[in-house]
Each structure stands twice: as C-alpha cells, then as structure tokens.
C-alpha cells in the first residue's frame, strides 16, 4: 500500500500543475497534462497495443513495447490481466517522462472468473435487472483484476443467426437491444467511474455491424440510413445516454465507406448529434483494415482517415504511431485534432483516478476477495436459470420426478466441462473443477433411488452412428430420457459464421433414434445461436434451449428439469425453419400481397415450400404455468397529443405452479407517410404470478411510443388509427385499436 501512495505521488509531483490539482477540475487537470505534452507523446495515447504475455510476465513478441511504455508512446493495452502483470506495466510507465497511466482493457464479454451465459442468453431472460447485476459482478471481477476497461457490451441488432457474433448481442429488437444495453453500461460501470470495483464499457460496433451481407462476419452492410436510425442506432444511443465512456467503431463499410473511416457516424451522430464526451477506439486492427477494403491505399491514408472520421484510438494497426506525426507536419491532419482525441483518453484516465493513484486497481487482497466469491457463483446460477427457454412440453412431462426411478442422459454435451462457457470464456487452471456439468448438476438433484444411465451417442460433428446402438439400448432400460445435443462453442462467435445453422453432424438422426424407442424423450439444445431442428421440433415431447450458459450450467439445467425454477425465458430473436427464410423477424413489414396464412401461397409475398412464419417467434418462452391474457381494456379509444391513454389487460396463471411470465406490448401505426412494421415492441413487463392468481397489468401509450423517422430522418409521430397487442410472445396476442388525433408533429 505504500507504494502505491508514493506512485500517485510522484506523478502529481513530476507534472506542474499537477500538484494541488484536487482544487481544479478533471478538464483544467486534463488541459495542464496536455501543455506539457510532444506531439510525439500525444500520438502514443492513441496508440493501444496487445499484451502478447509469457509466463514469466512482460516479455512480449514485439521487443520494442516495453521501450516505447518507457519513452511515453503508447496509452493502452489490451489482454493484459490481473494485478501482478498490469503493475509491472503500469510500473514501465512512471518512468516514462510525464508518467501518464497505461489504461488496461479486456473482452469481458459475459464474465471474467465467473462465467455468466453468453449475451444472447442473458438476453432472453427479459430480466433487466438480472442482467445488470450478471455486468456488476463482471465488472467488480475484472476491475480486481487490474482491468480498467472493458470491449462491452455488443449492442449490435442482428436479424441473421448465420452471423457467429449473434452470440454477443441482445437479438433482434431495437427496443429490448436498448433497454439491456442500458441495464449492462450501468452494470460495468457501478455507481460511478473511479470506483475501484468499476469497469469503462465500451459500446460496439458502431455501427450495423451485425447486418453483415449473408451472414458473413466482417462483410459490407447496405442498408437505408432510415433502417439505421430506426433498428440499428437505438441501442447505441441508450448506451450513450446511459453514460458508456467509450464507443468502439466496427469492421464493416457502411453504405461503401469503412466505419472506422466514417466520419459521418463518428463526427456528425456520436459527438455531434448524440454529444458524446467519451472516447472512439477502433476494433482490432481496422484502421488499417481500411486498405484491403479498398479506401485507402497505405497505412498513412488510413491514419488520415480514421482521425479525421473521429477515431481516437488505434487498437494494434500500428497506423497512428508511425504516421499521425507526419501527417501533422505536413498539414494534413490540424493539431487541434490530436488534441481533441488525446483530451477524451486523458479525461477518462483521471476519471478512473489513474493520475491520483496510478496503482488503485492493483490491489492483491481485493483481487483474491473476488477470484472465488461464492455471492457471484449464486449470481451466475440464477442468471443461467432465468436464461433458458423451454420450448416445449408436450403432456406437461416436464418437470421431472426426482422419486423417477430411471433416467438415461444421453448426447455428445451431457458430460460436458468447460463446453458450457462458450465462446469469449476464459480458462483458468480449475475449470474442471468449478464447472457444473448437466450431468453433475442432474446427478446432485436426484435421490439415492434414482439410477442414472449414460450413453454419448455420437459427437457433435460425427458422421458415424457407430455409437447410436449403446445409445438406444441405454434408452430402453429408462423411464425417461434426456438428451443434450447442440454446438460446439467454437462454432459460434468472432469469425464463427455458418451457412447452415442445423444442428451438426448425425445429432438430430440420434434423435430420432432415441424417439423411435417410445421413450419420452427431453432434450436439452446448447448453443450460441438459434439453429435449425425440426426434426427434434416435431418429435421430442419436451425442448429446453438451454445456450452456454456458464460455470455454474448443470446447476441450472438441473433447477429447470426437475421444477424447482420454473422456466421463465422468452426467445430475443426469431428462430427460422431453415437458412432460406434468413433474415426473419418480427417486426418486417407487409408488403402490398401479404399473404392471409400459411396456405395462401398464389401471387402473394409467400414461400411456396414452407409457412412464412418462424418455427419459434420472437418472445415465444413456456412455462410450467398456464397463463391466459383477457378482458384487454383503453382508458379511451383515442387521444391528443400531449395526453396519453391507459391500457390494462388481466393476466392469469391458471396452472398448478407459481410462475413469472414477461408480458409483451406491441403496436403497430396502420398507415403512415411511410410503411410500418406489422409490430413494434413498445414494452414488456415481468409478472410473478401464484397459481390461480391473477393481475391486472398496466401499459401508457402516448406519442413517444408512436414516433418514427420519415424519408427526411425526421424522428415524428402522425395521426392516424393504430392497433395495440398484448400477449407472451409477439405471434399469440390480443389487439385493440385506437387512435391520435392532431396535426404531425413537427
């Protein structure tokens, strides 16, 4: 502890201006550091770098690192964790001249030493706080760890499951993509920046990435600047609001200019527009990326173009660090410029309190209190729980007996470890021993009269049935049988897309031949992304979609099988019947020949080998409860704006079990100056039910919730007639017109 008070002291002491600087504010702080600065220095704090660790420590692949921490050349790096290796680099840097603090960031994606599920997962628990807490715990875990920020959250919408980095994001719907993308900005970040269990988030990728052409990471997006504004920018303008410290820009072109080039996004709506006060790093590599793209032709055009676009940092292109200062000298790029960038970086270092204390996130003890701390295990469980979707259950077979006397566990990932983290997961020495197997979780919720069988069947890839005999024979000696079949958690994520997104290999034929044994048959589906099944869709009495659902999964499986949680979770995203109804969601619009149902196939905007409607919808989740919505009431059948009306509809849980069921209100504006989606999430509120309780549930409607953008990006509301629906999933609702009356808003 002593020296970290005499490091935080040497640099106030070492930069004038600097001591005494607690009377003056983080911008006069900000402005003293910056007088005192080379050109040379600035560029180095836009310059972040990758660890490249050994296991003796900072020795890294590129020999000069070390040199240029030494000399003031560089401001960050990224995958550099856990207090003893980020202070020896922090340590490098007081003996730069102006001892300017390295910032450390980190892809926590969903959890450091605690894995919580994927994004999507987390996603469809509909659970806003769950999900902020699952961001506290992440944050508190990393900041121990010596990380000071974090490449988090992705709140990118995507409408196309082939694409690998679905897994990240919140699904499909602009509305619910923002309201957890503010729930997880405010769970990295704690109460505020500067507190030492608190991360930066970092929102990304601005912007549309996930709308990649095919499905293809990395690939163009074309795509009307209404379309952005309306699906796109939303999440990212609540993480904004929410106080995100930092914006990464993506890896595609928008509209045929690369988005870390893109002055447009960057200048004109984030700092302009939206009065973003944070900084804008580039993803991995991307500010040179922007030669094979074909805008530029060298490094140096790509430094030009990516500050000048409004890019603060360059994450590993190595662009900015050998061409900025060129660039100035000769004119092409305005002093101001760097300054501008460099005066965001600094701000947020004094807002982590770096330049008091250049140590206070290299805490040992703090770093042990969190490395096992069975509060964020019991945090992870019951976010895993809450993550899962039962999509079936056929004779209400679920939940399971525990008195069943035997069951066969059957499928490539019933045993599976460290599978349950998923992609973006860290891997730590004793993850055999901390993560719950669905085998361990089933295994520890059963009694000592329940004899459990095991069969694996086949491998997640495998083309040979050679293991479906053991299988079928296990499956015959049971009383029922569970299956868990899926992904491997490589298949997705970063540069993880597929053009087919069946289920690998023979799994569904084991299906089958599980089913053919007359045996109920439960089957349990991990994975990154939705994927196609039908087979397992048509015949398997019970489906639980149960993602990557982290270190604590078996135990939530386990919690869900056997009714002591009872599944709550609704999809975030459409799951299609196959790759060729790609992209589908909900809220598309209807087209002058919408067909009338699924058999109207003659010169209507139809397919004419399968139904138009997904196999699973967005918002679709069951329950071992029964709920039934009725008596859908308005408070009036129209209003002016300035007013509001009140919807209110009685939800019921006429089961046998206590259950939570997410209530979802949609609207849709009949005509318009422009076409409008069939639906639009406007809201959704969770209801704990008791069984055969009911509850009168509340909606507002007033012009907020009709606005939309015009062909001139004007965000406004009309007059007009509308329709208001209301049910558990955005295909099963009830619906009630009304109507605005009034002039457009202006």
């Known amino acids: 502890m002593k020296r970290t008070i005499c490091a935080g002291l040497l640099v106030s002491a070492l930069i004038p201006g600097i001591a005494g600087a607690q009377k003056k504010s983080i911008s006069q702080r900000v402005d003293s550091v910056l007088k005192l600065m080379t050109l040379d220095e600035k560029i180095g704090q836009m310059n972040q770098y990758n660890g490249d660790w050994e296991a003796t420590g900072p020795i890294t692949k590129d020999g000069d690192k070390q040199d240029q921490?030494?000399?003031?050349?560089?401001?960050?790096?990224?995958?550099?964790?856990?207090?003893?290796?980020?202070?020896?680099?922090?340590?490098?840097?007081?003996?730069?001249?102006l001892k300017i603090p390295l910032l450390f960031g980190q892809d926590i994606i969903h959890g450091y030493r605690t894995t919580f599920p994927i994004p999507l997962a987390e996603a469809a628990s509909w659970d806003l706080e769950a999900i902020q807490r699952a961001a506290r715990v992440a944050g508190k875990e990393a900041a121990a760890a010596g990380v000071h920020w974090t490449f988090a959250p992705m709140v990118d919408i995507a409408r196309d499951p082939r694409w690998g980095r679905v897994m990240e994001g919140a699904g499909e719907d602009p509305y619910l993509g923002s309201c957890i993308a503010r729930a997880r900005v405010m769970g990295f970040q704690g109460k505020k920046l500067g507190d030492v269990d608190a991360v930066m988030a970092c929102a990304k990728h601005f912007a549309a990435y996930g709308a990649a052409i095919g499905g293809r990471d990395y690939n163009s997006v074309d795509m009307s600047l209404r379309t952005l504004w309306e699906i796109y920018l939303p999440p990212f303008r609540a993480a904004a609001d929410a106080g995100a410290a930092t914006f990464m820009n993506s890896f595609n072109d928008l509209n045929g200019i690369p988005a870390t080039g893109n002055a447009y996004l960057q200048r004109e709506v984030l700092k302009g527009k939206w009065k973003f006060t944070g900084f804008v790093v580039s993803d991995w590599g991307s500010v040179g990326e922007m030669i094979p793209h074909g805008y530029v032709k060298d490094n140096k055009e790509a430094a030009l173009a990516a500050v000048t676009a409004g890019c603060d940092m360059d994450m590993e292109s190595r662009s900015y660090i050998t061409?900025?200062?060129?660039?100035?000298?000769?004119?092409?790029?305005?002093?101001?410029?760097?300054?501008?960038?460099?005066?965001?970086?600094?701000?947020?270092?004094f807002e982590l309190g770096l330049f008091d204390d250049p140590f206070r996130f290299c805490d040992v003890q703090r770093e042990r209190q969190q490395w096992n701390n069975p509060d964020n295990l019991a945090i992870s469980e019951d976010m895993a729980r809450k993550s899962i979707v039962l999509l079936k259950n056929d004779r209400q077979?679920?939940?399971?007996?525990?008195?069943?006397?035997?069951?066969?566990?059957?499928?490539?990932?019933?045993?599976?470890?460290?599978?349950?983290?998923?992609f973006w997961s860290y891997t730590w020495a004793d993850d055999s021993a901390r993560i719950i197997s669905p085998w361990t979780g089933i295994q520890s919720k059963v009694g000592n009269g329940t004899r459990l069988l095991y069969a694996r069947g086949c491998g997640i890839t495998d083309t040979s049935t050679a293991g479906f005999a053991e299988a079928v024979e296990v499956a015959r000696q049971a009383d029922v049988v569970v299956m868990n079949i899926g992904e491997a958690p490589d298949m997705t994520g970063e540069a993880k897309s597929r053009s087919s997104i069946h289920l690998p290999g023979v799994q569904e034929e084991l299906v089958s031949a599980i089913v053919a044994t007359g045996k109920p048959v439960v089957v349990l589906i991990s994975a990154g992304r939705p994927t196609v099944f039908n087979y397992t869709a048509d015949h398997a009495n019970a489906i639980l979609?149960?993602?990557?659902?982290?270190?604590?999964?078996?135990?939530?499986?386990?919690?869900?099988?056997?009714?002591?949680?009872?599944?709550?979770?609704?999809?975030?995203?459409?799951?299609?019947?196959?790759?060729?109804?790609?992209?589908?969601?909900?809220?598309?619009?209807?087209?002058?020949?919408?067909?009338?149902?699924?058999?109207?196939?003659?010169?209507?905007?139809?397919?004419?080998?399968?139904?138009n409607d997904p196999r699973y919808p967005f918002g679709f989740g069951l329950s071992y409860s029964r709920f039934v919505y009725s008596d859908l009431r308005l408070s009036a059948p129209s209003f002016h704006a300035g007013g509001s009306l009140t919807a209110t509809i009685t939800v019921t849980n006429a089961g046998g079990v206590d259950g939570r069921e997410t209530v979802q209100w949609y609207i849709r504006d009949l005509v318009g100056s422009v076409v409008r989606p069939v639906k639009e999430l406007k809201g959704f509120e969770p209801?704990?039910?008791?069984?055969?309780?009911?509850?009168?549930?509340?909606?507002?409607?007033?012009?907020?919730?009709?606005?939309?953008?015009?062909?001139?990006?004007?965000?406004?509301?009309?007059?007009?007639?509308?329709?208001?629906?209301?049910?558990?999933?955005s295909h099963n609702v009830k619906e009630i017109p009304f109507s605005l009356i009034g002039a457009v808003s202006e």
């Open 545 to 611: 979609y149960t993602w990557w659902l982290g270190t604590e999964a078996g135990k939530a499986i386990a919690d869900v099988l056997f009714g002591d949680y009872n599944p709550s979770g609704k999809l975030p995203i459409s799951f299609p019947r196959t790759e060729g109804q790609i992209p589908i969601y909900y809220n598309h619009f209807s087209t002058g020949r919408p067909a009338k149902n699924d058999s109207d196939v003659n010169y209507v905007s139809a397919y004419t080998d399968l139904p």
């Open 687 to 729: 209801v704990f039910l008791k069984a055969g309780e009911s509850k009168r549930v509340n909606f507002t409607i007033d012009v907020e919730k009709l606005r939309f953008y015009n062909d001139r990006l004007q965000h406004i509301y009309e007059p007009g007639e509308f329709r208001l629906f209301v049910g558990g999933d």
């Open 397 to 422: 077979l679920l939940p399971l007996s525990k008195q069943t006397k035997t069951i066969a566990l059957i499928g490539p990932l019933m045993k599976s470890v460290r599978e349950n983290l998923g």
């Open 69 to 97: 921490i030494r000399r003031g050349r560089l401001g960050s790096m990224l995958n550099v964790t856990g207090v003893e290796h980020t202070r020896q680099l922090q340590e490098m840097a007081m003996q730069s001249r």
């Open 323 to 349: 061409s900025l200062a060129a660039l100035v000298r000769e004119g092409k790029v305005k002093a101001e410029l760097i300054d501008e960038a460099v005066r965001r970086i600094l701000t947020k270092k």
